[in-house]
């Protein structure tokens, strides 16, 4: 089966990948202090996968907000983060939908929270420069989500992905479960029902079944995702 996903990557025109909740570090694993160890795994599994599509025209749509996926060598121009980013700010308030990046030093406090080594009221953000009211992090979890933080990627996204008719399309689905199904999995199963030279790989824990319309072009892995990664860069 791997060699077979790693043919069809190989083959196709166009790469789209579409990463879900379970690529994020867990909370048990915050609360047992493996928070370290967990990005590590993760920013790992991450290479791994940048190995496999390095020499694609690829898109990746992501549901995670922990941004450990730059610490891959990835095209920042190929990935859209619709559920926003802890690395991004905006006012609280919306005043404005102006993006902020934090410093630093906030930078860095972010990333020891999303590691699970501090909370997320230690972390100091600065305020809003029109009305003075806290900033944000520019995620969907925050009242008021500012949706320009991604918009202008989204825009690409669509236009790469007007691009792929007719082509041949490999979509590798990871770990995307049923948090935000509009995002990635109910949409990636209409482009491979319309596209016929595509093929759905979805890989999930759980979650792996894949829909009776596209059961011809669809296939359903269930595997743990870091573990996947690993045994799919070794065909490389
Ligand atoms: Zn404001």
């Not at 993760?42 to 290479?47: D, I, S």
């Not at 907000?65 to 926003?84: L, S």
């Not at 596209?214 to 990664?229: A, C, H, N, Y």
Request: net charge neutral; with cysteine.
């Amino acid at each position: 089966m791997i060699q077979n996903i790693a043919e069809k990557i190989a083959d196709a025109d166009m790469v789209l990948i579409g990463i879900g909740e379970e690529f994020e570090i867990k909370n048990s694993e915050k609360d047992n202090g493996e928070g370290e160890k967990a990005f590590l795994k993760r920013k790992q599994a991450y290479c791994r996968l940048k190995e496999v599509i390095k020499n694609k025209n690829y898109f990746i749509v992501t549901l995670c907000m922990d941004g450990i996926i730059y610490e891959a060598d990835f095209d920042k121009k190929r990935i859209v983060e619709p559920c926003g980013s802890f690395y991004r700010l905006q006012c609280s308030g919306k005043c404005t939908s102006d993006i902020y990046e934090p410093d630093k030093n906030q930078t860095m406090k972010i990333q020891e929270f999303l590691k699970g080594k501090c909370e997320e009221k230690d972390i100091i953000l600065p305020h809003c420069p029109k009305c003075g009211a806290p900033l944000a992090f520019n995620t969907i979890q925050t009242e008021n989500y500012a949706e320009e933080g991604y918009l202008d990627m989204w825009q690409l996204y669509n236009k790469w992905l007007q691009g792929t008719v007719n082509k041949k399309l490999c979509i590798l689905e990871l770990g995307v479960g049923m948090r935000f199904p509009t995002v990635i999995r109910w949409p990636f199963e209409k482009v491979v029902y319309f596209n016929r030279k595509s093929t759905l790989f979805r890989v999930h824990s759980k979650l792996y079944q894949t829909t009776e319309e596209i059961k011809e072009r669809s296939v359903g892995i269930q595997s743990d995702l870091m573990e996947f990664l690993k045994e799919l860069s070794n065909q490389i």
